[in-house]
């Protein structure tokens, strides 16, 4: 009997867990009616993070505007977050400090990168997070793990970011490079 109440016991611990990791993972809505996907668990590469999204026919994070770093910014303090925000991929990749959004290959905003960032230290830092408990950018190795921000915007149904990947042939090498070292 005293077992069976251990095991009930452990049973609800286990559940009441699993629900917690359950809602880890979420879609938001913001009032430009961009629809986020922001995920917090510390367990996919860069890589992963894309798949993930693309999945979900939606981009990685790719900031248009200036605003949507803060509405993700506000997001994170506003839910229940364990980091505001925690480190989260977004779609920006580069190397030697030039760096593009992935969905459309524009350049990254010099202004939205943390200070002495992009700084591509080791010259190993190829993917582009949003930095833990700030609202800045950082540089950082694409096989880090970390959580990611999907997007959707209005009018973006079509979006097939995986196609894009032809575009990135060099890129691609500079990964495979990183990835052996
Ligand atoms: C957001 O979507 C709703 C419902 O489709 C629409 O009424 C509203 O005008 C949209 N807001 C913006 C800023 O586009
Ligand atoms: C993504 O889009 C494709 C093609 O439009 C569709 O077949 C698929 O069901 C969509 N997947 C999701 C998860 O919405």
Same mark, same amino acid.
């Given at each position: 009997m005293r077992t069976l109440i251990i095991l009930v016991f452990l049973a609800g611990v286990f559940h009441t867990k699993f629900q917690v990791l359950a809602v880890r993972a979420k879609l938001y809505q913001t009032p430009n009616n961009v629809t986020y996907f922001i995920n917090?668990?510390?367990?996919y590469t860069w890589f992963e993070a894309l798949i993930e999204c693309s999945s !979900?026919?939606?981009?990685? $994070?790719t900031l248009e505007e200036d605003v949507e770093l803060l509405d993700i910014y506000q997001i994170a303090i506003k839910n229940n977050f364990a980091k505001k925000p925690p480190h989260l991929w977004t &779609?920006? %990749? &580069?190397?030697? !400090?030039?760096?593009i959004w992935f969905s459309t &290959?524009?350049?990254v905003a010099t202004r939205t990168w943390g200070i002495g960032n992009p700084d591509n230290s080791g010259n190993v830092?190829?993917? %582009?997070?949003?930095?833990?408990?700030t609202n800045k950018l950082n540089d950082i190795k694409c096989f880090e793990k970390m959580g990611f921000v999907c997007e959707k915007k209005p009018g973006n149904d079509e979006e097939k970011p995986l196609a894009d990947f &032809?575009?990135?042939?060099?890129w691609c090498l500079i $990964?495979?490079?990183e990835n052996n070292e």
């Open positions: 917090q668990d510390y367990t !979900r026919n939606m981009s990685l $994070l &779609g920006g %990749v &580069g190397s030697n !400090r030039k760096f &290959g524009t350049p830092e190829n993917c %582009v997070q949003i930095f833990e408990n &032809g575009k990135f042939g060099d $990964l495979i490079k």
